[in-house]
Nanobody, 126 residues
Framework: VQLQASGGGLVQAGGSLRLSCAYS????????MGWFRQAPGKEREFVAA????????NYADSVKGRFTISRDNAKNTVYLQMISLKPEDTAVYYC????????????????????WGQGTLVTVSS
């Protein structure tokens, strides 16, 4: 299983970005997915999660109403649409996958995840 995150970059405060995470491996449709981020000098934190079907999602309070997680199982890709970006959103964003999970649950704890992408840097200037 490999995860490849992309879409990061430099954006002004108030701007938007869409991150993508392409999955390669077995049965993407059975994987619960998540996005996490790590700002300089800080611990990695939960951002958003989605269950295997895309029917249930969860967000950190700090991004609710601004970020949207979605997935396209036909394209083996999970997305993170980010609007109204703030300087405090600056971080390396990581996607993660939890394998073989048809429970319908989503997961906000990083220890639940089996696989991680390499990260993509998002920088929001003020």
């Amino acid at each position: 299983v490999q995860l490849q995150a992309s879409g990061g970059g430099l954006v002004q405060a108030g701007g938007s970005l869409r991150l993508s995470c392409a999955y390669s491996g077995r049965t993407f449709g059975s994987y619960a997915m998540g996005w996490f981020r790590q700002a300089p000098g800080k611990e990695r934190e939960f951002v958003a999660a989605i269950n295997w079907s895309g029917g249930a999602t969860n967000y950190a309070d700090s991004v609710k109403g601004r970020f949207t997680i979605s997935r396209d199982n036909a394209k083996n890709t999970v997305y993170l649409q980010m609007i109204s970006l703030k300087p405090e959103d600056t971080a390396v964003y990581y996607c993660a996958a939890k394998g073989g999970d048809y429970s319908g649950r989503y997961y906000s704890n990083e220890i639940a995840y089996d696989y991680w992408g390499q990260g993509t840097l998002v920088t929001v200037s003020s």
